[in-house]
């Protein structure tokens, strides 16, 4: 309603923006009624010792779709939006393959595709890539962050870490959080694909990049990019001076952290990357610049440093509370403590090959030629996709993310 | 139809493995193990689905974790049968129920049944256990799919025979050490018994008396009473075993009440609801009362045997009693002690009763 005002009505600018307030505050105070209420009493219960209790159930997905909202209202502010048809609309927030764990979509993206004549009849090649990439997405979901899920434990269980179990665990999660989420992503990706919709990407091996800066522009891409359309810019971003630049983005690395739960850990996660940003962005300001011959080493190093910086993050982000992180990072650095049994060798050995998988092999859209800007996918193979040996690949990997499914197997991100 | 043939070359991929799961079958749900070396997973509730159809028997062990350390050849040794053991850590009388009906259907002549009022406690139905796979028990469409249609089975199934082949056996035990693989009991006698080299270690008075400690503090003295009412113990009980015992007539049944440490019972008496004891002795006097109507139903009471009870160095906390005692109660119910007489049922409770009221623990 409020976004068919702004788009439609005649507004003072004081009207619009009042109108733009009542909409972004009502989208917050769902999401923070359903997320963020059990959090505030808790911490309200231990600042003032009242009793209160929260007990509410969090509906599957509502960061995702809130998220959607805000940008479609605050583009309409910005008089940014076309005049969609409330069908399409309807859609565009309900469409199921994205629904409980993303891509976040935006409007200008997938309404227009919505109503383009071709997406409403099946295209028998976008539905057989369709068909490949929810493959690939279930076996990574599967088999592979299903696979390494009970190592995790190693690292995260109610008893400290040594420090191999420590690193072991971290590491687990690292992979098992990004063959799970991104499995989802493509598995999302896919579905809407056989629907003749191109969703956009959202994980471009992150594990592969050489610095923070470049790891945000591979990890979940579409928050990358809400946070810095809909937050940091609005805040200022890099417009108000090299101070609040870095106050910009730490402000908005903690509140990414913040939206992804409601717990101190997720915010402590989002600082730690708001943290490693700034050390980013002042490298690339003050920081040396690296000779030729100095190239490769640095790059190999810098991928290094990255990766362990983002595994280190990831602790918090696991962690059920700031003390358990702290004494497993704590252990992370004590060498001393070393286990080594039977256990954390096979976990060691799963770490090492799913870590080969996230560094060398190609991913799902180099795999497919997924192009999302030009709307093309499997170029390679349109005339003859059977005889493509990916074909032949993707229904084993069906066949595989099939029989691999167990009952207790939920995304992680579902419950974001 | 190129879709068609993606899924095709799915479907294949899948049936391949199914028809693999199915030759194999390493829990030996369809038939006994052919020509490898049965491996067991130590979850009974697991292995029990196959153990009652890939083995002959003509006696049915049943209970909770107090009777888990026994072995089914001391059980034979003792009482002369031929036994199956189908005990399962932690299970509600609901569960041992459904479990007890299952292998039931493969007429054994007797069942032993170590039963204790923590069972009927609290006992869900079996589909509401989110752990137990009833289907698999069932053996309909759906527990034979998720056991044939899953990588899991297929992993197993493949180690089942690779294990055999001597170069592969070193790794096939450390990957069961590791925890990658879940059937890692090659004896079934020794499934889920106690090594005999940590018996010392694990039960004795302090650790008994560490149980009395932990129910001592106040977070932990709603754990000793939770859900503990008369009303609920009897209808679980009516349901679970009076009942199912009713229903079965051709079957005798050797029902046997383990000794608990007195540290229990004095947990009980200091930390619990003020009516948790009477609670508990009514219902105990109910349920030998109620049982000692049934004419298949033998009923042996060690509660009030306080040789084994006082004594905490046969514990290894407030309920759990040693293997060596497990061996002692079977060869009692072999010479015919601890019987409880039918005309007077309830006297051991009784018994015990005096001896709780005058327990003091030991300093």
């Known amino acids: 309603m409020i976004g068919s ?100 979509l935006h409007h200008k993206d997938v309404i227009p595709q919505f109503e383009q004549e071709r997406s409403k009849r099946p295209d028998p090649h976008l539905v057989r890539c369709g068909l490949i990439i929810f493959s690939i997405g279930l076996f990574k979901k599967t088999c592979i962050a299903d696979a390494i899920q009970p190592f995790v434990a190693l690292g995260f269980g109610p008893t400290p870490p040594s420090f191999d179990q420590a690193w072991i665990g971290a590491l687990a999660y690292t992979f098992q959080l990004y063959f799970d989420f991104s499995g989802y992503s493509d598995m999302a990706i896919g579905i809407s694909l056989m629907f003749g919709i191109f969703l956009p990407l959202n994980f471009n091996s992150p594990y592969k990049a050489k610095n923070i800066i470049d790891f945000w522009r591979r990890w979940h891409m579409t928050l990358s990019q809400f946070l810095r359309d809909y937050l940091y810019i609005p805040l200022g971003g890099n417009r108000r001076g090299i101070v609040l630049r870095y106050v910009n983005l730490m402000v908005t690395m903690a509140l990414g952290g913040l939206w992804h739960g409601a717990a101190w850990t997720f915010i ?108 093309k996918v499997g170029i390679s193979f349109a005339d003859n996709v059977t005889s493509s040996r990916l074909f032949y690949a993707a229904a084993c990997l069906l066949a595989f993310g099939i029989l691999g499914i167990q009952k207790h197997s939920e995304f992680i991100y579902f419950r974001f | 139809m190129t879709e068609a043939k993606f899924l095709v070359v799915a479907l294949c991929v899948i049936g391949v493995v199914a028809g693999f799961n199915f030759v194999v079958d390493p829990l030996q749900i369809f038939h006994p193990a052919r020509f490898y070396r049965p491996v067991y997973p130590s979850e009974e509730r697991m292995h029990n689905a196959g153990l009652i159809r890939s083995q002959t028997f003509d006696t049915v062990l049943m209970g909770d974790s107090i009777a888990l350390h026994v072995r089914s050849s001391e059980v034979d040794e003792h009482l002369g049968t031929h036994s199956v053991k189908l005990v399962m850590s932690g299970a509600a009388s609901r569960e041992q129920n459904f479990v007890l009906e ?72 450390a990957l069961m050490r590791a925890g990658y693989l879940k059937y890692d009991n090659n004896d079934l006698n020794e ?55 009713q229903g079965h007539s051709d079957t005798n049944f050797t029902i046997y009440f383990a000794p608990f440490s007195m540290v229990q019972y004095a947990a009980m008496r200091d930390f619990g609801t003020p009516d948790m004891l009477s609670t508990f002795y009514r219902f105990n006097a109910y349920a030998l009362q109620r049982l000692a109507q049934l004419p298949n139903v033998t009923v042996f009471d060690f509660r009030d045997d306080s040789e084994i009870s006082h004594n905490l160095d046969n514990f290894a906390d407030a309920i759990h009693h040693s293997p060596a005692i497990g061996v002692l109660l079977l060869s009692r119910i072999a010479n015919g002690e601890n019987r409880v007489e039918k005309a007077d049922p309830a006297r051991s409770i009784e018994r015990l009763k005096r001896q709780i009221d005058a327990y003091t623990l030991p300093q």
């Open chain 1, 5 to 104: 005002l702004l788009i439609r009505a005649k507004l003072s600018p004081a009207a619009r923006f009042a109108a733009l307030t009542a909409g972004v505050a009502g989208d917050l105070l769902v999401l923070g009624y359903f997320k963020y209420a059990g959090f505030l009493a808790a911490n309200l219960n231990a600042l003032v010792s009242t009793q209160l209790t929260v007990n509410i159930l969090l509906p599957v997905g509502i960061s995702f779709y809130t998220f959607t909202q805000i940008a479609f209202l605050v583009d309409a502010h910005r008089g940014e939006v076309a005049r969609y048809q409330l069908p399409y609309y309807a859609l565009f927030v309900t469409y199921f393959p994205h629904l409980i764990a993303g891509p976040i």
């Open chain 1, 268 to 375: 402590a996660w989002g600082v730690l990357h708001g943290a490693y940003l700034c050390v980013n962005h002042a490298w690339n300001r003050y920081g040396p610049s690296i000779p030729p011959k100095l190239a490769g080493p640095a790059n190999i190093a810098a991928f290094a440093l990255t990766f362990l910086s983002v595994a280190v993050a990831w602790v918090f982000f696991r962690a059920d509370s700031i003390t358990s992180a702290i004494a497993i990072v704590s252990r992370m650095a004590r060498p001393d403590l070393f286990v080594y049994g039977d256990r954390e060798r096979l976990a060691a050995a799963y770490v090492i090959i799913f870590g080969l998988i996230a560094f060398l092999a190609p991913n799902t859209q180099q795999l497919l030629g997924y192009d999302h800007a030009s709307r």
């Open chain 2, 102 to 173: 299952v292998a039931l259907t493969r007429h054994p002549t007797r069942v032993l049944w170590e039963m204790n009022d923590s069972t009927f406690v609290d006992s869900p139905e079996i589909d509401a256990l989110p752990y137990f796979p009833a289907d698999l028990y069932r053996k309909n469409l759906k527990g034979m799919a998720g056991y044939l249609f899953n990588l899991e089975t297929g992993r197993e199934a493949a180690w089942s025979i690779l294990r055999s082949w001597k170069p592969l056996r070193r790794l096939s035990y």
């Open chain 2, 191 to 245: 499934l889920n018994t106690f090594d005999p080299a940590l018996v010392a270690s694990s039960y004795n008075a302090k650790r008994s008396l560490a149980a009395y400690k932990y129910y001592s503090i106040p977070g932990n003295r709603q754990r000793l009473s939770a859900g503990y009412s008369y009303d609920a113990l009897v209808r679980n009980f009516e349901r679970d075993a009076f009942q199912f015992i």
